[in-house]
């Protein structure tokens, strides 16, 4: 597609409910990234795809937090048993190039704004 | 751990006043970067700086990458209401012992009409 697309925009989830985020990138980009970002502060890094392989998971903040990417291209967060804290916008972005050092940015979507009530 | 602290945190100026955001670390960069976000949407990339002094402009956005690539600056002049939004800067660096692209603190600039 022509840029990265997230669904759903809004979710609400009970506590202690399983959600499933979507992430589809850029066409043919290799790398994926999943933040996570609170009201008014800077993304905080959760995980890093190269094409299917999951490079780095060292920000999923518990083992509640899963991702995949098995084809490469879609990736998917799920998040089981769902907590207060876990309210956030969830950013998903893509990148042609390899790796972390993105000397020409990341392409964003617009996030999922997960309330969990 | 490498972090990057934006200053101020918010900004609330007047349309036509200038301004100016940092973004200061302790550590060196290779390439620094900076997005605008805007309500309900994701950070879009604004600029990339790669050489130390450089200077890029973008209308009326002047971006500066210091000497030693440890800051970047952003200024503004005769800001806009439509120039409102969260600035981000971003970089690739060490955080928690692993190498990976992380964002500043954020500014959170309003410009009233």
């Known amino acids: 597609g022509a840029g990265v697309s997230q669904s759903p925009r809004y979710k609400v989830a009970k506590r202690g409910q399983d959600v499933a985020l979507r992430c589809d990138p850029i066409?043919?980009?290799?790398?994926l990234f999943w933040y996570q970002q609170a009201l008014g502060q800077g993304p905080e890094f959760l995980t890093y795809?190269?094409?299917?392989?999951?490079?780095?998971k060292s920000g999923l903040p518990s083992d509640r937090f899963f991702a995949e990417r098995p084809e490469g291209s879609v990736s998917t967060l799920k998040i089981q048993r769902t907590q207060q804290e876990d309210s956030a916008v969830y950013l998903c972005?893509?990148?042609?190039?390899?790796?972390?050092?993105?000397?020409?940015?990341?392409?964003f979507g617009s996030g999922t704004r997960l309330t969990v009530v | 751990t490498q972090l990057l602290e934006q200053s101020p945190q918010f900004l609330s100026i007047q349309e036509g006043e200038n301004l100016t955001v940092y973004c200061n670390s302790s550590?060196?960069?290779?390439?620094l970067q900076w997005y605008r976000q805007e309500p309900g949407e994701g950070p879009v990339l604004l600029v990339t700086?790669?050489?130390?002094?450089e200077v890029k402009k973008l209308k009326r956005l002047t971006f500066q990458f210091g000497d030693a690539r440890k800051d970047s600056s952003l200024h503004i002049t005769a800001a806009q209401p439509g120039d409102t939004g969260l600035y981000l800067c971003?970089?690739?660096?060490?955080?928690?012992?692993?190498?990976?692209?992380?964002f500043g603190t954020g500014t959170r600039l309003k410009v009233l009409a």
């Open positions: 795809f190269q094409n299917e392989a999951q490079l780095d």
């Open positions: 972005a893509s990148s042609l190039s390899r790796g972390t050092q993105a000397n020409y940015g990341y392409t």
């Open positions: 700086v790669v050489t130390g002094g």
């Open positions: 550590s060196v960069f290779s390439s």
């Open positions: 971003a970089g690739a660096g060490i955080t928690s012992g692993t190498y990976k692209y992380i």
């Open positions: 066409s043919g980009h290799v790398s």
